[in-house]
Structure formats: C-alpha cells, structure tokens
C-alpha cells in the first residue's frame, strides 16, 4: 500500500483588489496525498518557496500577460526542493530540483517540469540569481538595455530582487550605476556591498522635484534606466534620460495594489523620447526562458566565485507564504524573498 502524504497547500480565494495581499485572500487547507508517481513523474518534499511581485498582477481582475489566476487552486509559483518519490530515470531520490511547484509542501510533476539543480551553488539560487530573477534581470539589463562601457545605468528598487542583480551586472558592463532604494540600511548595502556609484534614498529625496534634481547632480544625465517600480520615481528620471537612452519597464510595483485594474494617470513624457530619440520597451522574463542554459554559463561562474553578490531575506515557515507577498509592498525585505518551509 502507498505511503500517505499529508499535504499543505494556500489556495488562491479572493482578489486584494486595492487592500495589500496576505492571509485574508488565500485559504489554508491540508489533503491526503499518495506517493506515488505515473511514468515520468516525481513528487518533491518543497524546501523553499519563492515569493516574487509578478504573483501581484496575477491577482487583479483583468487580463494582463496572462489570464488572472484563478480561484481554488493552489497559488502558483516556483519552488526547490528534494526528489521523495522518483518514477523517473533522469531523477533519484535526494536529488535538489527545481520547478513551478507551487504554495504547498509536496508536489507532483513530469521531469520535464523541473530542473535538477547544480551542487556547486545554494539551492535558493535557483529562485534567485540563477532562476527566474537572474533571468530578468541578466536579459533585462542585457537584452533590452544594451548597457555600454562608461554610460550611467539607474536602477529603481535597486536593493530587491531584480534590482541589486542589474545593479551589478551593470558594473561588471563598465557602468556608472546609481541605485534608488529607501532607507538609510537599504542604501549602505547598495554603496558598501554591491559597490554602485552612488544610491538615493527616495524616503529622503520623496518629491518628484527632489528625486530629480538628485539625480540630476548624481548622474548629469541617464543612459540607461531599469525600471522597477513606476510611479513618481520613473517620472522624475524621464526628463534626465540623455541621447539615444533605453528605459527597460521591468515591473511597477507602485502600481500593483488596485492601480492594474484602474490605471494610475502619470505625466505625459512621449516628447522627451522623441527629443532624446529614445527606446522604451518593456521586457517580460518568460520570454527569454529558452536562453536560461546561456544565462547561467555567464552567471553561474560569479555565483561560485563571490564576485556576484546573492543577497536573500528568508522568512521561517509555510504559514507565513500570504503574509511574506505582502512584504514587497513595504519593502521589508533586502534581496530575494524567499520562504523556507
């Protein structure tokens, strides 16, 4: 008789609408489950949930880059974690995989669903730099940026994810790279850790006039601006973007808390990309994951030696998976969020 499982799982039960995400908009449930495994299946125990903005636009009512996620499922997202039931040759028990596993704490997939992970690196990495953030933000910055030696790059959300990854591929591009972060903690770890040029706090500087003219003094003018938050900051660096700039629209997550739905209405700044012959384009991670073996023979290297600096905050347990979403909106974390179940 199969051994049974008892799995934990948050399932996606009504939408934030203009409230910030947590425990009120999922339910918590536990159901039996057996281990056991069709051909070419695996069940993996999760070990780490990864907990990403992109969940955010997922939640609101209309269509965006997908259909919105439904209700009475499972809340989607990647995991990693270890092979406990493998009827798959590629896969051994105790293998560290990686795959769309989703919020609960064992999952069932095909192998071609997941991605065995290098013993070389952190496991966490693969939520990380060497996962779907590395990928965004490598392609990004690389891709849609096409960052020369000596220009100045401007990433917001610089201390997140996404942010403190382009900040340091931009360096190792030859940048001049200026952070935007808030607070005094965030913006020591952009100058002190990551080595950047300069970082603004933008709890100090927290006007568009005033985040400009910091800029402005900073930068004499932008080349390249990664943008991951929107809002006021974005508009106070359009007016300083230099000749021939590009403006990677990466996320705006000033934005995700009912403004998908009903659009906030920002300044109109089409004339600055014409005057400056600009190029504004926005860039979408899941378009790039056929170039991951290439991004990872670039980055992975640097993970292994130190030179790229992995930062992650780590909330303790599986109840916490609502309530750890919520702290991108408050900026709570520093790097990769990330739940350890």
């Excluded at 908009?25 to 070990?47: F, L, Q, S």
């Excluded at 209309?62 to 499922?73: A, I, K």
């Excluded at 989703?102 to 290098?118: I, P, R, V």
């Excluded at 403004?259 to 109109?268: A, H, S, V």
Aim: charged share 25%; glycine share 12%.
């Amino acid at each position: 008789m199969a051994e049974i499982l008892r799995n934990k799982r948050w399932i996606f039960s009504s939408r934030p609408g203009d409230d910030k995400v947590g425990s009120a908009h999922y339910t918590y449930d536990e159901v039996d489950m057996e281990a056991v495994c069709a051909a070419n299946e695996v069940i993996v125990e999760n070990k780490y949930i990864s907990v990403d903005p992109y969940m955010r636009i997922y939640q609101a009512e209309r269509f965006t880059f997908d259909v919105p996620h439904p209700f009475g499922v499972t809340q989607g997202g990647g995991a990693c974690g270890i092979v406990l039931v493998s009827n798959n040759p590629k896969f051994q028990v105790g293998d560290w995989v990686f795959g769309s596993l989703g919020w609960q704490k064992y999952a069932k997939a095909h192998g071609n669903d997941l991605t065995k992970l290098d013993p070389r690196v952190s496991p966490t990495t693969s939520l990380g730099a060497l996962g779907l953030t590395g990928r965004t933000a490598w392609f990004g910055l690389m891709d849609t940026g096409r960052p020369r030696p000596g220009e100045t790059l401007v990433v917001s959300a610089a201390a997140g994810a996404t942010g403190s990854l382009v900040a340091q591929f931009g360096k190792k591009a030859g940048c001049k790279v200026i952070g935007i972060a808030g607070g005094p903690e965030k913006c020591a770890f952009l100058t002190d850790k990551l080595k950047l040029d300069g970082a603004i706090d933008y709890k100090v500087f927290n006007t568009e006039e005033k985040m400009a003219a910091e800029v402005e003094r900073l930068t004499g003018g932008v080349d390249v601006y990664f943008d991951n938050t929107g809002g006021w900051i974005t508009d106070a660096i359009i007016p300083l973007i230099n000749l021939r700039a590009r403006i990677i629209v990466c996320g705006q997550i000033t934005q995700y808390n009912g403004k998908i739905d009903r659009p906030e209405m920002g300044p109109r700044f089409m004339h600055h990309l014409l005057f400056k012959r600009a190029t504004m384009a926005g860039m979408l991670a899941r378009d790039y994951l056929y170039r991951m073996d290439e991004m990872r023979g670039i980055v992975t290297p640097w993970v292994i030696d130190g030179s790229l600096v992995c930062e992650e905050t780590i909330v303790e347990g599986f109840e916490s998976l609502p309530d750890a979403l919520g702290m991108l909106f408050d900026g709570r974390n520093l790097g990769k969020l990330i739940v350890k179940v």
